[in-house]
């Protein structure tokens, strides 16, 4: 597959638009049949109306992407701006599906039973969480007040069923996509034969109305997009920045307990994606006194997402231990909700009730943040599409830009990367590097921080 990646961060998006077509006119000498656009919160808003210009330019030809916090490219290396990514491949059978129904389970269930792939690679887009309108979110607030209301002096079976439901909402507004849950399904439906890669969006300044995902020149905010790949010998590559897991629960808890820093253990409380209690405290109460954070209030927090200037941190990090795979899971704490509970994006109803607050010491492992590019199969100038945990932006600042130079030694000019939350992927037996401790489901990988992943085409 060959490619060109034009770029564009001009103030009005119209004029990032039309810059972005007018170097496709003197750069571009084929006709795409593939588009990738990705554009960071600079044009939030106006994604529709980039995405209509594009359309006119290039017609019918598939097109996914997502809003994103940067990209890595021949050229450069941007955390504010827009990319679009030209594509052809004759030997390739390329579509791009899309579906945004009324929860977000159902979404992945309706796309899942249009996608069809025999062989070669899934790609899929869907929000970690997307965050809705003004009104939408206060409404949020009030069920996360009220299911967190009735869980005070509640038994624990109250309490779980209290979190269940809340965890529903979620769901049915289409609010939090579990990436293990989701790649399953699309696992099903190919046989578990396919690998399939979840682009992950989600953004570390958190506004209203997003996420965007893009299918086929059409916003569909919080929906998600399947990209298909049909073709042989395409090599897909996931990999992360920690050790393997053990044989069993107990031998990985030694391997994470020497990894991280451990700040105190608890008893954990919770159903499927909503954390209820740690030694029988709110969440975000029994971290307190440990890594002084500041409750927010739910004003405070709407102003703050009405103005894209709230960040979402995560210097410390609750550890889980699953249960069945022996894997491991970590998620950032802090006071992101105005409420007890604490929901995120990760069903941990595998996982074991011991759960410790940790952080980690990352400062050796720059290199490992791109550690798939490091598993390349072929040296013909393939197009290399990779993905790059955003965290990296937190932990190293500026240093970050020498993977300019360091992708590019390494690929040449036939490649695209993407800033942001980390990818998922579910990986078929035979085509795993190792032992990931991320493992999440058989044979489904994905962790909070840390992972990258890249499909050689």
Same mark, same amino acid.
């Given at each position: 597959m060959?490619?060109?990646?034009?770029? $564009?961060?001009?103030?009005?998006?119209?004029?990032a638009?039309g810059?972005?077509i007018?170097?496709?006119?003197?750069?571009?000498?084929?006709e795409?049949d593939?588009a990738?656009?990705?554009?960071?919160?600079?044009?939030n808003?106006?994604?529709?109306s980039m995405?209509?210009?594009?359309h006119?330019?290039y017609?019918?030809?598939?097109q996914?992407?997502? $809003?994103v916090?940067?990209?890595?490219y021949?050229?450069?290396?941007h955390?504010?701006?827009?990319?679009?990514?030209?594509?052809k491949?004759?030997?390739?059978?390329i579509r791009?599906?899309?579906a945004?129904?009324?929860g977000s389970?159902?979404s992945?269930?309706?796309l899942?039973k249009?996608?069809?792939?025999? !062989?070669?690679?899934?790609?899929?887009?869907f929000p970690l969480?997307?965050?809705?309108?003004?009104?939408?979110?206060?409404?949020?607030?009030?069920?996360?007040?009220?299911?967190?209301?009735?869980?005070?002096?509640?038994n624990? =079976?109250k309490?779980k069923?209290?979190?269940?439901k809340l965890?529903?909402?979620?769901?049915k =507004?289409?609010?939090?996509?579990?990436?293990? @849950?989701?790649?399953?399904?699309?696992?099903k439906?190919t046989?578990?034969?396919?690998?399939i890669?979840?682009?992950?969006?989600?953004?570390t300044?958190?506004?209203?109305?997003s996420?965007?995902?893009?299918c086929n020149?059409?916003?569909?905010?919080g929906?998600i997009a399947?990209?298909?790949?049909?073709?042989?010998?395409i090599?897909?590559v996931?990999?992360?920045?920690?050790?393997?897991?053990?044989?069993?629960?107990e031998?990985?808890?030694?391997?994470?307990?020497s990894e991280?820093?451990?700040?105190? =253990?608890?008893?954990?409380?919770?159903? !499927?994606?909503?954390?209820?209690?740690?030694?029988?405290?709110?969440?975000?109460?029994?971290?307190?006194n440990?890594i002084y954070?500041?409750?927010?209030?739910?004003?405070?927090?709407l102003?703050?997402?009405?103005k894209?200037?709230?960040?979402?941190?995560?210097?410390?990090?609750?550890?889980?231990?699953?249960?069945? @795979?022996?894997?491991?899971?970590?998620?950032?704490?802090?006071?992101?909700?105005?409420?007890?509970?604490?929901?995120f994006?990760?069903?941990v109803?595998d996982?074991s009730e011991?759960?410790?607050?940790?952080y980690?010491?990352?400062?050796?492992k720059?290199?490992?943040?791109?550690?798939?590019?490091?598993?390349?199969k072929?040296?013909?100038?393939?197009?290399?599409y990779f993905?790059?945990?955003?965290?990296?932006?937190?932990?190293?600042?500026?240093?970050?830009f020498?993977?300019?130079?360091?992708?590019r030694?390494?690929?040449?000019?036939?490649y695209f990367g993407?800033?942001s939350?980390?990818?998922?992927m579910?990986?078929?037996p035979?085509?795993?590097?190792?032992?990931y401790?991320?493992?999440?489901?058989?044979?489904?990988f994905?962790?909070s921080?840390?992972a990258?992943?890249?499909?050689e085409i």
């Amino acid at each position: 597959m060959k490619s060109i990646t034009l770029f $564009s961060n001009k103030k009005d998006y119209k004029q990032a638009a039309g810059d972005i077509i007018e170097q496709a006119h003197s750069r571009v000498d084929f006709e795409p049949d593939l588009a990738l656009f990705y554009a960071t919160l600079k044009y939030n808003g106006k994604y529709q109306s980039m995405l209509d210009i594009f359309h006119e330019e290039y017609g019918d030809i598939p097109q996914i992407g997502a $809003s994103v916090d940067g990209m890595i490219y021949p050229d450069d290396i941007h955390t504010d701006g827009a990319a679009l990514v030209l594509c052809k491949d004759d030997e390739a059978r390329i579509r791009v599906e899309g579906a945004k129904e009324k929860g977000s389970m159902k979404s992945a269930e309706k796309l899942a039973k249009k996608v069809k792939c025999e !062989k070669g690679v899934i790609v899929l887009h869907f929000p970690l969480v997307h965050v809705p309108d003004a009104l939408k979110s206060a409404e949020t607030f009030a069920k996360g007040f009220y299911y967190s209301k009735r869980c005070k002096g509640a038994n624990q =079976e109250k309490q779980k069923e209290c979190a269940g439901k809340l965890a529903d909402y979620f769901d049915k =507004e289409n609010i939090f996509y579990l990436p293990p @849950t989701i790649l399953n399904i699309f696992a099903k439906h190919t046989d578990y034969k396919i690998p399939i890669i979840g682009i992950n969006a989600m953004h570390t300044q958190v506004r209203f109305n997003s996420p965007s995902i893009f299918c086929n020149f059409e916003d569909i905010g919080g929906g998600i997009a399947a990209l298909v790949v049909e073709k042989e010998n395409i090599n897909t590559v996931y990999d992360d920045i920690f050790p393997d897991k053990g044989k069993t629960m107990e031998e990985t808890k030694n391997i994470v307990h020497s990894e991280f820093k451990v700040i105190k =253990e608890f008893k954990a409380n919770f159903e !499927k994606n909503v954390l209820i209690s740690l030694d029988n405290l709110p969440p975000v109460k029994a971290v307190n006194n440990l890594i002084y954070v500041a409750a927010g209030k739910k004003e405070e927090l709407l102003g703050h997402l009405g103005k894209g200037d709230y960040e979402v941190p995560m210097p410390y990090e609750l550890l889980f231990l699953n249960k069945k @795979t022996s894997g491991a899971f970590i998620i950032g704490i802090g006071s992101y909700y105005p409420f007890d509970l604490f929901p995120f994006f990760m069903d941990v109803s595998d996982y074991s009730e011991d759960v410790a607050l940790v952080y980690e010491l990352i400062d050796d492992k720059f290199d490992g943040f791109i550690s798939c590019l490091n598993n390349l199969k072929f040296n013909d100038n393939r197009f290399v599409y990779f993905l790059v945990d955003v965290g990296v932006i937190g932990a190293f600042g500026k240093k970050v830009f020498e993977y300019k130079d360091k992708v590019r030694k390494k690929l040449g000019k036939n490649y695209f990367g993407i800033l942001s939350p980390n990818p998922s992927m579910y990986i078929p037996p035979g085509l795993q590097l190792r032992n990931y401790l991320s493992e999440s489901f058989n044979n489904t990988f994905f962790m909070s921080a840390g992972a990258n992943a890249c499909i050689e085409i």
